[in-house]
Nanobody
Framework: QVELVESGGGRVQPGGSLRLSCAAS????????MGWYRQAPGKQRELVAT???????NYADSVKGRSTISRDTAKRTVYLQMDSLKPEDTAVYYC???????????????WGQGTLVTVSS
């Protein structure tokens, strides 16, 4: 079993910043791509950002230039620094982890429980 625990969400005023963290624990042999997704009320879950093992990143156009994803593979942790937050960034943010549990097992993915980010004055 793999568990992802997110933290760092909360309420912030427009223009403010937040840093989300997501720590993985459990039976993990190798971590692949780590990422953040979000789901706003009444909308589908969407990609925010991903980061590969070698540090290559990908961002949604809506957050590009305002967000930075990073990872500490040894700590099994992924971060999302969000700056210049807008009301439309309000959503539940979920972290995602692609991993394998043994040397020969297939790649699986795990999701966190979500952390709420509210951007409002």
């Amino acid at each position: 079993q793999v568990e992802l625990v997110e933290s760092g969400g909360g309420r912030v005023q427009p223009g403010g910043s937040l840093r989300l963290s997501c720590a993985a624990s459990g039976s993990i042999f190798r971590i692949g791509v780590m990422g953040w997704y979000r789901q706003a009320p009444g909308k589908q879950r969407e990609l925010v950002a991903t980061i590969t093992r070698d540090g290559s990143t990908n961002y949604a156009d809506s957050v590009k230039g305002r967000s930075t994803i990073s990872r500490d593979t040894a700590k099994r942790t992924v971060y999302l620094q969000m700056d210049s937050l807008k009301p439309e960034d309000t959503a539940v943010y979920y972290c995602n982890l692609m991993y394998s549990s043994t040397l020969f097992s297939s790649t699986l993915d795990a999701w966190g429980q979500g952390t709420l980010v509210t951007v409002s004055s």
